[in-house]
């Protein structure tokens, strides 16, 4: 079966969001690993508003889904999107960022959010 193609406008728009370097790592996370915002904050040392604005255009073009566990917003990858074969394809590409998440671990800082 033929895969299904994307419209050229909204591949520019999506990798154009991809290109910058925050939002790109996010969603490699995002690949392997839900997260919420304060983990991405210690992660990239960045302002709670400033990743909640990567995460809400991220979201926005619906690259990412969130679910609520208790009091935490948690996000993910959104593999329903019509774009995840594209950003997939990207990904597969792209070093692994586990060892982010495995250094917040070690600082206590990953969160458990069940």
């Not at 919420?36 to 904050?41: A, I």
């Not at 009091?71 to 692994?96: A, T």
Request: glycine residues 4%.
């Amino acid at each position: 079966m033929p895969a299904v193609m994307i419209e050229l406008e909204k591949a520019a728009a999506v990798l154009k969001l991809l290109g910058d370097k925050t939002r790109l790592t996010m969603v490699k996370i995002l690949d392997h690993h839900d997260c919420c915002v304060c983990e991405f904050v210690e992660i990239f040392k960045t302002s709670q508003p400033a990743i909640s604005q990567h995460v809400r255009k991220l979201k926005d073009a619906g690259l990412v889904s969130e679910s609520r566990r208790g009091q935490w917003i948690i996000y993910s990858l959104n593999k329903n999107s019509e774009f995840y074969p594209l950003v997939q394809s990207l990904l597969d590409q792209l070093p692994d960022q586990g060892f982010r998440l495995k250094e917040l671990e070690k600082q206590g800082l990953r969160i458990s959010c069940e």
